[in-house]
Structure formats: C-alpha cells, structure tokens
C-alpha cells in the first residue's frame, strides 16, 4: 500500500493519495507505465494515442495535433483527467473534457498562461519550468514559475521539470506546488517503451548533458524541447529531424533520434520499476 500523506488540493481534487503525477510522455509513455504509477499511489498520465490505464489516469491532448471535439469528449469518458498542452487555453477543449466526465488540466509555461486556463475553465494546472524534459513551453526555471503561477490563479498548481529525486520533490512541495509532475526519471523505468540506447544514455548523462534546440522539428516546427546535447551532436551530422524519440523495435540507428530529457536526468543513476520510483520520490513526505 501507499504510505499516507497529508492531502494536497491536487489529491483531493483527482481522487489519489500521493501529490505526484507521472507525464505523459509520446513516443515512450505506456499503459503499463501509467499503470504502475496508479497502483503506487500518484496520477497516472499516458499520451492521447494510448489506451488509458484503470484507476487514477489521465490522458493527454498536444494542441498541434488535436482530435475533433467529440473525440477528446470519447476520451475523457474512459480517464479521469483530460490534459492538454502546447497550444492557448480553448474553453472548447476544456468543456469536451467535463461534458465526458474527466477533470480538465492544462500544462502551462507562465502565470498568463495560467490565468487562461483557469479562465477557460480548468481545474488544475500544470507550471512547466525551463528544466523540463520533451516540449518545453516556458522560459521561466521551476522556482520562478511555480510561485507566480501560484499567486495568478486559484484552481491547484502542479510543477514540472527537472525533479528527479525525493529531495527536489520535498523542496517542489514545500515552494507550494500541489503535486509534482515526473517525466525523464520514469523513462528509465522497464514500463516505458524506451529503447534500451536511450535509457542507458540517461542513466549515463549529467546535469550538464542537456540542451534546449528546437532541432527535431519534423511536423512539429517552432517547439522547442530538451534533449541529450550527444543526441542533438548526432542528428546534426545525420540531418535526423523526426520528433520521435527511440523507442523499442524502431528500425532507425537510436543515437540521432530525439533523446528528450529533462535537467535533473544528472541524478538518475538507475533503472528501477516504476512502482520503486513512486516510493522513493515521495520517501521525504
Ligand atoms: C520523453 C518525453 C516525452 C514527453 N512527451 C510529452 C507529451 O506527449 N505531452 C506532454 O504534455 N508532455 C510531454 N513531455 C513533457 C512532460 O509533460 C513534462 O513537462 C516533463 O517531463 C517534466 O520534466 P522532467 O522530464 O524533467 O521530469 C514529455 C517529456 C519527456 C521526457
């Protein structure tokens, strides 16, 4: 079982014990993964293209490739959130969302973005700091963001990027944030559909090892992300641009393929069971 927690806005409000959610992450998020994650305790999150996992999950919509309406409203039948990110707060999504019975989330990357989406009519929202792993929306690092966003809106703040052990979540919570949301660190997990060159390159890398380019652009331009700086070193001789990252059973060479991680990937030094990462995230509690 869970340890139990004093509960967070963010726990009450998505009906699981631990303020943690696991991102959804294209490409290499799975059912199994989100799975894991719910049975632990937190949110479970799998992209839009996944079949959702029972229990605590949610799903999550990128705005450049948003279904029609009435498939978001599908969606968030079977999810108990419905998330989107990379695109301006749309009420419309947002009302597909509830009119399906799903909680509406919104990843943001500022306070302005933040009050839109409270203003569109979300019930959470999630502040993106410039450490983050995949897309990165903001500019802003996660102890600038997180508290502006805290102050612009009243509806409950998740934080995001860079948070890769229990200490940081420790310090995310106690900044105010009301849950914290996890990527890079569960890419490592055996759950993920990560390719085996990818995980073993983050298990690999340091802090340092990060950079923010907006490189892998194919379908997808003008989106800035954070990547391994080797993998960018490599598509730049190759000219791989596909946004996809290496995942098991792609028949492409991995070491140019989009390596996303986030600034805290220095302090992942192993690949343990996502349900051992959920412990030991949340030990200093
Ligand atoms: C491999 C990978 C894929 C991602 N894909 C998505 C996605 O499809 N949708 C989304 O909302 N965020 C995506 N993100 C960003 C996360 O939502 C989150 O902001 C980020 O993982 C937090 O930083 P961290 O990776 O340092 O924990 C992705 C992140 C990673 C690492």
Do not use: K, N
Request: overall charge negative; some cysteine; glycine content about 10%.
């Amino acid at each position: 079982m869970p340890p139990v927690l004093s509960s967070t806005r963010f726990t009450d409000l998505v009906g699981c014990p631990l303020p943690l959610q696991l991102a959804a992450m294209g490409g290499v998020g799975t059912t199994a993964l989100a799975e894991a994650v719910a049975t632990a305790g937190g949110l479970g999150m799998v992209p839009s293209s996944e079949t959702p996992a029972s229990g605590a999950c949610g799903s999550t919509f990128l705005m450049p490739f948003a279904p029609p309406l009435d498939v978001v409203r599908e969606t968030a039948m079977a999810v108990r959130v419905a998330e989107f990110f990379y695109g301006d707060p749309d009420r419309r999504m947002v009302e597909a969302a509830h009119r399906g019975g799903a909680l509406a989330g919104w990843q943001v990357g500022s306070a302005g973005e933040a009050s839109a989406a409270e203003e569109a009519g979300c019930d959470y929202v999630v502040a993106q700091g410039i450490e983050a792993g995949g897309h990165v929306r903001g500019t802003q690092p996660l102890a600038e963001v997180v508290p502006a966003v805290l102050a612009a809106v009243r509806i409950p703040v998740v934080a995001a990027g860079g948070v890769a052990t229990s200490r940081r979540v420790a310090e995310v919570i106690a900044m105010g944030a009301d849950a914290v949301r996890v990527g890079t660190r569960f890419v490592t997990s055996p759950e993920s559909r990560a390719h085996t060159d990818y995980v073993v390159s983050l298990l690999e890398a340091s802090s340092e090892d990060t950079v923010l380019t907006d490189w892998f652009s194919e379908g997808w331009p003008g989106a800035p992300h954070r990547v391994l700086r080797r993998a960018l070193d490599s598509a730049r001789e190759t000219g791989w641009r596909q946004t996809v990252p290496p995942y098991r059973g792609v028949e492409h060479t991995t070491s140019d393929m989009a390596m996303y991680a986030g600034m805290g990937v220095g302090d992942i030094i192993d690949s343990l069971p996502a349900a051992e990462v959920v412990a030991d995230l949340v030990r200093l509690l």
